[in-house]
């Protein structure tokens, strides 16, 4: 039942930064993990990062380590992706799904069928 959105995406300098924006809707987020993922012009989807249901607990793609946040703001019913340093290669659009969490409440990066967003384009050119 939970339907999401993302918003945010839009094109930047490299080094440049974005914020991105999940909201739900049908469900609060409360009790789900939700993911980040990207795809580019035809290549596959790769995850980004992911946060969890309960403490927050939070997983980062090696590529972006060290340069996206992922937050929650369960009030607000949103999940946000702070995007910093972005690189060439981060060009891509950029869909939030709710993902799986093991048993020890650590998300991980399996989306629940039908949770897509719409997607955000995020471009990086100079």
């Known amino acids: 039942q939970l339907q999401l959105v993302e918003s945010g995406g839009g094109l930047v300098q490299p080094g440049g930064s974005l914020r991105l924006s999940c909201a739900a809707s049908g469900l609060t987020l409360e009790h789900d993990a939700i993911g980040w993922f990207r795809q580019a012009p035809e290549k596959e989807r790769e995850e980004v990062s992911c946060?969890?249901?309960?403490?927050?607990?939070?997983y980062y793609a090696d590529s972006v380590k060290g340069r996206f946040t992922i937050s929650r703001d369960n009030a607000k019913n949103e999940v946000y992706l702070q995007m910093d340093s972005l690189k060439f290669e981060d060009t891509g659009v950029y869909y939030c799904a709710r993902v799986r969490e093991t048993v020890r409440d650590m998300c991980v990066m399996i989306p629940f069928s039908g949770s897509w967003g719409q997607g955000t384009q995020v471009t990086v050119s100079s």
């Open positions: 946060v969890s249901s309960k403490d927050g607990g939070v």
